[in-house]
């Protein structure tokens, strides 16, 4: 199928989803016309517009994905195209070399776009950008093709996963095409090949590289101007890194989850993946820098309180501003593997990367699509996941933030599903927070929640047959923190799983999505007593005002 085809199919299929009665028949759904009902607005919505930045159950997300949510990419100029560095667009031979070359050679000259024009290239390594403000641009999805041989297991090695078992980290890790700064991907690969497994974030493999540049005085949630003890090595356009750390009661943790009454009794100690996940890092740019104030790019995603040690700090050198466009990645086709085996044939992952982005790529026959590690306010636009099957067509994780994935299809396998093999779907864990998945047909998975409690995230005007299911270890913890949002979501197959959260995730909203019932994988809530969710419009996709809840929060902004 084309390029134009697709967008014709997704968004006839989306369109439709957004006038579909929540009818169940045979286990689907029948769709009424739009005209047949008028859209009513929830009482939330009016909620949230009187108090944007500090709405109990709906988080501020309207300036998620690149550039605080621009609507265009730059355009670069072009510095390079592929076949001046040997490559060949024909299959013939292996053009990873040449296009690594061309991508280095034009982000040492500080940066531009590197064409890959119409054509198959075989790529038998990984592709990797390493230098900010580098574009890799094909011809389109529908016509430029990276036909990858390998998988990341055979070119860099086994991964094991920090937390011990036998499980291959490449099953949530690494891309074919891998955005990730160069000084990052060669500690990262060498921490992979000494069998050292690294953390994966923001701050090193030990996350010990960080310098305090100043602490913080007490701030509250949706704040954008923080009072800062010295302003001297702080500078406007700066990246910096707002860092928490949680105290013995926990009380940074029980303060994401929402300070409900449940999170004082409930056990944290024991959930030693949860806990390996802070200090809380969340990477942000400052827009200006007066008398001691500090002012930020987003408003602040959590309070600011003295015994959680507030800093803003240095973070390892990110990648920001580099881009891929206009093209397939396609691994051979070998089945999908066992279950948290995966070999590594992985589509493209953002790693420590902010201000990147995806725009019109494809994935196919991937063990792994479309990553987020480490990443934060990325856009992944007009992104596909096709062919065998994968294990997670989208991932973010490792303190990922502020990122925006919309126009995106989840396609249907083209082959049955293996046996012990998993799938899972808009996979986010690791307290990554603020993340947005928006205008989505999945075709197969689910709203993979694989605890580590993400938080304030959104999904909304998605439409999803909703099959896969939910992962994640017990000592990960919860599987929500507070104001997660799913919003105008249409479930064909009328199956619950993770969509309708309200009676498990805290200070969370679901709102107009389609009457659900649940199934196997049935989540009993993380913490006792009230939740403080709220649950509007149930069994209504469609029918509400606003349409898209990320939208609506944009032009709120204005």
Known sequence: MGTD?????????????????????????????????????PELWREFRRAPYTHPQIPYIGSAGRGAGARHFP????????????????????????????VAAVGER?????????GTYRIDDVIRIGHSDVVLRGAGSGRTTLLATRSLTELIGPYGSRYGGDKSSWSWAGGLIWLCPKDRYASLTAAIRAKAWPFEGWTGNLRDEWTTLATVAPARRGDRSVTVSDTSGLRRGQLVMLRLAD?????????????????????????????????????????????????????????????????????????????????????????QS????????????????????????????????????????????????????????????????????????????????????????????????????????????????HRGMPFACVRTEITVENNGRHGGDASAGPLYGARFTHWNVTVTNGRAGLVRIDGIAPYSATVAISEVREFDQT????????????????????TVHPVNLYEAQRRLGR
Not at 283 to 311: A, H, K
Request: charged residues 20%; hydrophobic residues 35%.
């Open 5 to 41: 085809q697709r967008a014709i199919s997704r968004r006839a299929l989306l369109g439709g989803a957004t006038a579909v009665a929540a009818t169940a028949a045979n286990g689907g759904l029948v769709a009424a016309p739009a005209a047949a009902r008028s859209r009513t607005t």
């Open 75 to 102: 355009r670069r100029p072009v510095r390079a195209d592929v076949r001046d560095y040997g490559a060949k667009g024909d299959g013939s031979v292996d053009c990873a070399p040449a296009i690594n070359r061309a």
């Open 110 to 118: 500080g940066g531009g776009t590197v064409l890959v024009p119409p």
């Open 247 to 335: 105290d013995g009661g926990h009380t940074l943790l029980r303060h994401m989850a929402g300070d409900g009454e449940g999170t004082k009794t409930y056990v944290w100690d024991d959930k030693t993946k949860l806990t390996s996940y802070v200090p809380y890092e969340w990477p942000v740019r400052i827009t200006s820098v007066t008398r001691g104030r500090v002012t930020l790019e987003r408003p602040l995603p959590l309070d600011v309180r003295p015994e959680w040690d507030p800093r803003l700090t240095t973070l390892v050198t990110p990648l920001t501003g580099s881009g891929v466009e206009g093209l397939t990645l396609a691994a051979i086709e070998t089945p």
């Open 338 to 449: 066992p279950h948290l085996l995966d070999k590594g044939y992985n589509g493209v992952t953002f790693q420590c990367a902010y201000d990147c982005w995806a725009d019109d790529v494809t994935v196919r026959h991937v063990d792994n699509g479309f990553g987020l590690v480490a990443a934060s306010a990325c856009t992944l636009r007009r992104t596909r996941v096709e062919g065998r099957g994968s294990h997670h067509p989208y991932f973010c994780r490792e303190g990922s933030h502020d990122n925006l994935v919309e126009d995106f299809t989840v396609a249907r396998r083209t082959v049955p599903a293996p046996a012990g093999t998993q799938l899972h779907g808009i996979n986010v864990e690791g307290l990554s927070s603020c993340n947005v998945w928006s205008r989505g047909v999945m075709e197969m998975g689910t709203f993979d929640t």
């Open 523 to 542: 989540d009993v809530p993380d913490f006792t007593g009230a939740l403080n969710s709220r649950l509007e419009a149930y069994g209504a996709p469609g």
